[in-house]
């Protein structure tokens, strides 16, 4: 494909006439980073995080994955790209929050629902982190449609992986000592809402609600 045609060129044109011309961002930014927040999210390519918050370069750390899951604290995981993520942005960056998103219509929680991966596939390996919730999610919702299943699953995989942080000693550690915040959002892209989940409701409850028509 000729360059002047290749959209990722033309797409990186626009990004540099916005950020390296005048009073450009990238003055401060190409001498380091200081993101306060990292989201954890999908891999999936309608929930780009930086682009979900409105952050410009430099404001948020992102760490993707299938399903946006966080493997449990194990020195000796094979997972260890996220362990690394963590690390780098909680003891180097001292980011004060983290943020796990999780979305609707998520292809890795449909294969998780529905053994969609292969056996023995690295997908699977992956999506078996938090396969726990799937009992519970088919023997307390066995009534609900296929689809409600779904969104309880899709809310439950960013409450997994809450609970994996909290595994890591220095994570459980700077939480308790309030310089760390762990929030878990759901973006449902049906209706273009934000929820959250409250601890004490013990439910996710809606940040930002859909456009009024
Ligand atoms: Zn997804």
Not at 118 to 133: M, V
Request: glycine residues 8%.
């Amino acid at each position: 494909m000729p360059h002047d045609v290749d959209p990722l060129l033309q797409g990186f044109r626009r990004f540099q006439a916005q950020y390296f011309g005048e009073d450009t961002p990238y003055r401060e930014l190409a001498h380091g980073q200081q993101p306060g927040t990292l989201v954890i999210g999908c891999c999936e390519s309608r929930v780009h995080p930086p682009q979900l918050v409105g952050a410009a370069p430099g404001e948020v750390f992102v760490l993707r994955n299938v399903a946006n899951l966080v493997s449990p604290y194990d020195p000796d995981s094979a997972h260890a790209s996220v362990a690394a993520a963590l690390e780098f942005a909680v003891l180097s960056l001292r980011v004060q929050r983290i943020v796990v998103l999780g979305h609707s219509g998520c292809g890795g929680i449909r294969a998780l629902m529905q053994d969609g991966a292969p056996a023995d596939s690295a997908l699977a390996r992956w999506l078996a982190i938090a396969a726990p919730p799937r009992a519970f999610v088919v023997r307390h919702h066995a009534e609900r449609d296929e689809a409600a299943q779904l969104t309880v699953y899709e809310k439950a995989a960013p409450l997994v992986s809450i609970e994996h942080l909290l595994s890591y000693p220095w994570i459980l550690e700077a939480v308790e000592a309030g310089r760390l915040r762990l929030d878990g959002w759901y973006f449902d892209m049906r209706d273009g809402a934000l929820c959250g989940y409250d601890p004490k409701q013990r439910r996710f409850i809606p940040l930002v609600c859909p456009l009024e028509n």
